[in-house]
Each structure stands twice: as C-alpha cells, then as structure tokens.
C-alpha cells in the first residue's frame, strides 16, 4: 500500500477531513526506522524499537476522530513515541495551537525531537506521562497511546471543562477506545466505547 491507497481508504472509512488532511501532509516515513521505509504506509502498526510501536493509521484515525482536535486547542499526548501522532495534532491545531508529547523511553524521546525538529507548536518531554504536565495544564485535550487498566487522576485532573480525554483502556491482551468529556469539575460522560484494539502497556517509571 502507498500513501495515496492509505488515504483512499481512510476516506472510505468517513474520517473528518481535517483529519484526511494531516495525514496526507504528515510523512510517516520519517518516523519509522529505515530498514522498514517500504512498509512506511501498510495499514498496520509497526516497531520503533525499544519494545514500542507506531500505531495503525486506522487506529490513530480513530483516536483523533474521537479526540476531535480543533485549531489553536492545546493538546497532551501521553506515551508519544515516535512522534508521528504529535506530527498530525500539529497540523490540525496550527500555529496558534500548542502539542506536548510525554514519552518515558529516553531514546525514543530524543529521536522524536528530531523528527519534529520543524513543528514548531511541539514539545516533546522525557518524562512519565503518569502526572501528566501541571505545568501547562488544563489541556483542551489529552491522548493517551498506550493501554491502560484505569485513568490516572493526575490526567484527569488536567482536562479543562468541556475538553476530552481519549485512552485504550482494558486488560493487558485488549482494549477498548473510550472518549470521556469533562462537563464539569465533578462530572464525566463517556461519549464513545469501541472494543478491540490492542496497545502496548502504558509505563509509569
């Protein structure tokens, strides 16, 4: 598959075409080791090294779908990795817009900064993404990219009013992708609940 067939499909798929549109200014290429450039646009996840992954293009698709970016929110993406979901929230929220990227592996951190070394609306941290980053909270938005049993409250915490939180959450072989909106400083609704996914486990430290 190239990139102009991933596209096709992603588009049959319904996506937003904000969405469609990063993905198709985003080079996936430049965020996968070489040795694996052919693959660089075959629906499927693929290794960064480290014991981590790039996730599936459908995959991303559908976590952004529901995360629902907007131009100039500010963003935190938990478990970053390569950098490639950072590079496309990067696109949707545009210059006036800001994405943090929290990633413990201290290699893939470091190469990520170099992948992104032309966004300039992107910070990447090398840090746990357990406390999310107080420093810049409350967040329009917050992606965590890696399986998790429960939610951290710190995360929680960090989500302004009205903003959502996408994670997989579920069993250490499983998933589901559940969105929840933050309608107040006390109350949550779940506004999406799709099973079958499975993530890496998410690393506190």
């Known amino acids: 598959m190239n990139k102009e067939q991933l596209l096709q499909s992603l588009q049959a798929r319904g996506f937003p075409k904000k969405i469609l549109e990063a993905f198709s200014k985003v080079l996936r290429e430049e965020f996968i080791p070489e040795e694996i450039i052919d693959k660089a646009y075959e629906d499927t996840a693929l290794p960064i090294g480290k014991g981590q992954t790039i996730s599936q293009p459908y995959t991303i698709a559908i976590m952004l779908s529901e995360l629902d970016p907007k131009t100039g929110q500010k963003i935190l993406e938990v478990g970053s990795g390569c950098g490639y979901v950072l590079a496309l929230l990067s696109e949707i929220v545009g210059k006036g817009g800001k994405v943090f990227g929290l990633e413990i592996v201290k290699e893939l ?44 409250e710190p995360l929680i915490s960090q989500l302004k009013v009205g903003g959502i939180i996408v994670a997989p959450k579920g069993s250490r072989f499983e998933q589901d992708i559940i969105a929840i909106k933050r309608k107040s400083k006390t109350e949550f609704e779940l506004l999406k609940r799709i099973p079958g996914f499975i993530f890496v486990p998410f690393v506190e430290g």
């Open 109 to 152: 951190a470091e190469k990520s900064k170099e992948n992104l070394h032309e966004y300039k609306n992107v910070r990447v941290l090398h840090k746990s993404g357990f406390e999310g980053f107080p420093d810049k909270a409350p967040f329009d938005r917050i992606l965590i990219s890696a399986a998790i049993r429960e939610i951290p």
